[in-house]
């Protein structure tokens, strides 16, 4: 069908038959309805904790030497980073569940040395599976003919496009012996390559001809040739897909095309969860409504432009309100050539995508941020310092987009619905209630003018307050610098930062307190072991509450059954917006050394050693 949105407005659904479901959720605020919706569809999935840090990834890896050299020199930078991922080119004649003994025979050994290191590697997975001779063994094909789980054709054989691996058969995801089809491949894989979660790609499903490979195409018929063609790309329903007319287990795929991408996801999220026995990491190109319970989705193949840059953070802010919250576009552009400068800002932007990979095209220079020189890398470091600081706030929002379906990353208007000059704000944007991200989206731009909502605000790193009653403002920004602002009234649990997710889990934790105008503020923290399956249904996680108010920080545990790495440690805490200097600091009502700023009302209480299972009060006078 044709769906047309109208300035009156109105929208406009031209379609030739089926039935239309309409759901309606009413609110009355923005993150009410994204909280109904993803109710009917499904809340999004809680990710491991690894997997919201650095991901690093390119198409063009021509060696197993090459892929660790640049796993090794980000290392070796010191940039936090997490996952290593690789595309195609590491396959075996770009084959799924395989990889090339000539030139990556070394895959496995290097896997053990990411695990080793405390990280996680990831492997892209095509949906498309070569359709091989009989000659020629291919466990994966052999497994699939055996089973009968691929998509037929209008006569019952099996269909075949042409894919990567030249020409190929699409397992058929609507099939309940798919998906044990799909954990067998995992599993034979996985005892080879231990990875960690998967990127399923091309799964619209995609096709490098029109249809299959007979020289007919698709079929004459009212499924490829309907009586009204949408304006899609190409022109035709086949064009670069499977034949509308194929059969697949629930119907012909002319009603099942668009959740082709969801019914992978499902699998997948399944396999890896049979295999690895932890909670599954997922990708995927192709979603639907209700993909974000499965797994997260990546925004494509996006251009090394500034225009492009820009236009990202709409598409982060979109999926989130489609209930698919783990989000990112590629870091630095996929297709073409990127550039320092453009990197440079595009590492500080994507190190709050929710969802972090720096990832390119063959062909094209390296992009990782050490093969771009000493500016990339010193604005990496500074942008991913603060991330991972900051890890606890997001794993936190993601918490409670599983538990409410609530955004994590968020447009302006969200938190201000009744400030009009927010509606159309999309060059900045909200981390949950408390944070503001305020990139840098032109060439050699130092000073940007971003919308502060009403309200007090703090900028970082600059410790500069804003009391704003809804306007722009002038705020300098450093080509290695991003500048974020918390919010008055939010309290966000940090940690310190150490070289991976796993690192920084035994890292003591803090307090950034950011008082309103009326010096109050609230927050939470969730924690759990961040790889275990269903613990809210066990039971084994924290979830901890803090409040300040009259001079005074008070915690409430809600919840407290998983003990954490570091005994869940609070170290420090950062009350922004302490108007007169304090005299006296009191922890637990014993007296308590302290810092205070007066340029920037800060206060600062260091060396705390506060167990979190136990309530606190931090008071001062």
């Given at each position: 069908m044709d769906i047309v949105l109208q300035p009156m407005p109105a929208i406009t659904y031209r379609t030739i038959g089926g039935v239309l479901d309409f759901y309606f959720f009413l609110g009355p605020t923005p993150s009410?309805?994204?909280?109904?919706?993803?109710?009917?569809?499904?809340?999004?999935?809680?990710?491991?904790?690894?997997?919201?840090?650095?991901?690093?990834?390119?198409?063009g890896y021509t060696s197993m030497?090459?892929?660790?050299?640049?796993?090794?020199?980000?290392?070796?930078?010191?940039?936090?980073?997490?996952?290593?991922?690789?595309?195609?080119?590491?396959?075996?004649?770009?084959?799924?569940?395989?990889y090339d003994n000539?030139?990556?025979?070394?895959?496995?050994?290097?896997?053990?040395?990411?695990?080793?290191?405390?990280?996680?590697?990831?492997?892209?997975?095509?949906?498309?599976?070569?359709?091989?001779?009989?000659?020629?063994e291919y466990q994966p094909f052999d497994d699939g003919v055996k089973m009968d789980i691929f998509i037929k054709d209008s006569t019952g054989t099996n269909f075949v496009g042409q894919v990567w691996p030249g020409p190929s058969v699409y397992p058929d995801f609507t099939n309940s012996n798919t998906t044990l089809y799909w954990m067998m491949q995992f599993e034979k894989y996985w005892i080879e390559v231990a990875f960690d979660g998967a990127w399923i790609d091309m799964n619209e499903p995609s096709n490098f001809v029109d249809g299959s490979l007979k020289p007919t195409g698709c079929p004459e018929s009212q499924w490829d040739n309907p009586p009204y063609t949408p304006a899609v790309v190409g022109g035709k329903l086949s064009y670069k897909t499977v034949c509308m007319s194929a059969q697949q287990n629930?119907?012909?795929?002319?009603?099942?095309?668009?959740?082709?991408?969801l019914t992978e996801a499902m699998a997948t999220n399944f396999a890896l969860q049979s295999v690895r026995k932890k909670r599954p990491f997922v990708i995927s190109r192709s979603t639907f409504p209700g993909s974000g319970h499965y797994g997260g989705v990546w925004t494509?193949?996006?251009?090394?432009?500034?225009?492009?840059?820009?236009?990202?953070?709409?598409?982060?802010?979109?999926?989130?309100?489609?209930g698919i919250p783990l989000v990112g576009a590629d870091i630095c552009g996929f297709n073409g050539n990127t550039s320092a400068k453009l990197c440079q800002r595009w590492m500080e932007l994507g190190a709050f995508y929710p969802?972090?990979?720096?990832?390119?095209?063959?062909?094209?220079?390296?992009?990782?941020?050490?093969?771009?020189?000493?500016?990339?890398?010193?604005?990496?470091?500074?942008?991913?310092?603060?991330?991972?600081?900051?890890?606890?706030?997001?794993?936190?929002?993601?918490?409670?987009?599983?538990t409410f379906g609530e955004t994590v990353a968020r447009p302006l208007f969200f938190e201000f619905p009744n400030d009009r000059r927010t509606y159309a704000i999309d060059t900045q944007f909200l981390w949950?209630?408390?944070?503001?991200?305020?990139?840098?989206?032109?060439?050699?731009?130092?000073?940007?003018?971003?919308?502060?909502?009403?309200?007090?605000?703090?900028?970082?790193?600059?410790?500069?307050?804003?009391?704003?009653?809804?306007?722009?403002?002038?705020?300098?920004?450093?080509?290695?610098?991003?500048?974020?602002?918390?919010?008055?009234?939010?309290?966000?649990?940090?940690?310190?930062?150490?070289?991976?997710?796993?690192?920084?889990?035994?890292?003591?934790?803090?307090?950034?307190?950011?008082?309103?105008?009326?010096e109050e503020a609230k927050g939470e923290i969730y924690w759990d072991d961040g790889e275990a399956l269903d613990v809210l249904e066990s039971g084994i996680y924290n979830r901890i509450y803090f409040e300040a108010k009259?001079?005074?920080?008070?915690?409430?545990?809600?919840?407290?059954?998983?003990?954490?790495?570091?005994?869940?440690?609070?170290?420090?805490?950062?009350?922004?917006?302490?108007?007169?200097?304090?005299?006296?600091?009191?922890?637990?009502?014993?007296?308590?050394?302290?810092?205070?700023?007066?340029?920037t009302k800060i206060l600062s209480i260091e060396d705390l050693q506060i167990r979190l299972e136990n309530p606190f009060t931090i008071s001062w006078k």
């Open positions: 009410d309805v994204v909280s109904q919706y993803t109710e009917l569809v499904g809340r999004p999935f809680m990710p491991p904790y690894w997997s919201l840090g650095f991901h690093l990834c390119r198409l030497d090459d892929v660790r050299d640049v796993w090794q020199r980000t290392r070796d930078a010191g940039i936090p980073f997490d996952v290593q991922w690789t595309d195609i080119d590491t396959m075996h004649k770009r084959r799924d569940f395989t000539d030139t990556f025979g070394y895959l496995p050994g290097l896997v053990n040395e990411i695990h080793l290191a405390g990280m996680h590697y990831v492997p892209i997975i095509d949906c498309a599976i070569a359709n091989t001779t009989a000659e020629e629930a119907s012909l795929h002319y009603n099942v095309h668009n959740i082709y991408g494509g193949d996006v251009w090394s432009r500034w225009h492009d840059m820009g236009r990202s953070i709409a598409d982060i802010l979109n999926f989130n309100l489609f969802f972090s990979r720096n990832h390119n095209e063959d062909g094209t220079i390296a992009q990782d941020p050490v093969a771009l020189g000493s500016e990339v890398i010193e604005a990496s470091l500074k942008a991913f310092y603060l991330r991972y600081q900051l890890l606890p706030y997001l794993y936190t929002l993601f918490s409670r987009a599983h949950g209630s408390g944070l503001m991200i305020l990139p840098v989206l032109e060439e050699d731009v130092v000073t940007i003018n971003p919308y502060f909502p009403s309200g007090v605000w703090y900028l970082l790193p600059s410790n500069e307050t804003i009391n704003s009653s809804g306007s722009t403002f002038s705020v300098d920004s450093p080509l290695d610098t991003i500048v974020v602002a918390l919010r008055g009234g939010s309290i966000l649990p940090v940690q310190e930062v150490n070289r991976t997710t796993t690192a920084s889990r035994y890292e003591m934790f803090g307090l950034w307190v950011a008082l309103s105008e009326n009259d001079n005074k920080i008070n915690s409430t545990v809600k919840h407290f059954a998983y003990p954490g790495e570091n005994l869940m440690t609070l170290g420090k805490v950062l009350v922004y917006g302490v108007q007169t200097s304090p005299t006296v600091v009191f922890v637990n009502d014993i007296n308590h050394p302290f810092y205070y700023e007066n340029s």
